[in-house]
């Protein structure tokens, strides 16, 4: 065996050994002797908006078939419009599917109101093409915000 091919199975075989011991042989570096780091400076996050929460809320309900919950989000002037919140999900399921089996939502421009907010939402449905919903939702006396009607457009945005 030439001397070239002996150097280069100990430098082959012994370097990672080597590299490793002068590794475990430097000090170690400790907390204290680190100069001191300037405080995070944490970015501003958005509080969670209100009014995507209640709309997701209620579309959570109807998605669960949680006709209680999804009838308690929305005002007396709505419950004018339905006795209960079974007839309300029986409506949905009736005649606006996209609400009643939408798969995801996309929330759209929002728009402030005297009373509330406008929030324009665009639905799909596993199955169909996507719908935008308009809801309106108007705070109560009581300072809780509830939906207080919503529209349903088809794709060519005319009124279903």
Request: glycine share 4%; proline share 7%.
């Amino acid at each position: 065996m030439s001397f070239y091919k002996i150097s280069r199975y100990v430098a082959g075989f012994c370097l990672p050994f080597f590299c490793a011991g002068l590794i475990l042989a430097v000090p170690g570096v400790r907390a204290e002797d680190m100069p001191p780091q300037p405080e995070p400076v944490m970015a501003s996050i958005p509080a969670a908006n209100p009014v995507h929460e209640l709309i997701r809320q209620q579309l959570a309900a109807i998605k669960a078939r949680d006709a209680d919950l999804a009838w308690s989000l929305t005002t007396v002037k709505f419950h004018e419009k339905f006795e209960t919140g079974k007839e309300f999900l029986t409506h949905l399921r009736l005649k606006l599917r996209p609400v009643y089996n939408h798969d995801e939502i996309e929330f759209l421009d929002q728009s402030e109101t005297e009373n509330g907010y406008i929030q324009r939402v665009e639905i799909d449905e596993h199955n169909g093409e996507p719908v935008t919903v308009i809801y309106r939702l108007e705070k109560q006396e009581s300072g809780e915000m509830l939906i207080d009607s919503f529209a349903v457009l088809d794709f060519e945005a005319k009124p279903i």
